[in-house]
Nanobody
Framework: QAQMMESGGGLVQAGGSLNLSCAASEGIASIYDVQWYRQAPGKSRDLVAS????GRANYADSVKGRFTISREIRVWLQMNALQSEDTGVYYCNAYVKTTTAREQHSWGQGTQVTVSS
């Protein structure tokens, strides 16, 4: 099955840091563009950070200077200076080529991040 798998979420105090990771399942042969999304309770799923296959990163204004997206084997989201507004479920999404040569968007199940103030 071709999907992404997030890990690294948890409970952290305001001002703290977390490093989320996203790994590809065995059904994925190649990963192209990747994104991290956040869904706060009762709100829509919003784009937080993106990284193109060519290495260009973009961030939501609310996380610029605090979050860093990177890619080395896995896809990472380093989150520093966390605020209560960063609380939510974080999802990894990637445009991939599967082992059956199909190209598609693949989502993970999400990882919960809770920032206590």
């Amino acid at each position: 099955q071709a999907q992404m798998m997030e890990s690294g979420g948890g409970l952290v105090q305001a001002g703290g840091s977390l490093n989320l990771s996203c790994a590809a399942s065995e059904g994925i042969a190649s990963i192209y563009d990747v994104q991290w999304y956040r869904q706060a309770p009762g709100k829509s799923r919003d784009l937080v950070a993106s990284l193109t296959a060519g290495g260009r990163a973009n961030y939501a204004d609310s996380v610029k200077g605090r979050f860093t997206i990177s890619r080395e084997i896995r896809v990472w989201l380093q989150m520093n200076a966390l605020q209560s507004e960063d609380t939510g479920v974080y999802y990894c999404n990637a445009y991939v080529k599967t082992t059956t040569a199909r190209e598609q968007h693949s989502w993970g199940q999400g990882t919960q991040v809770t920032v206590s103030s």
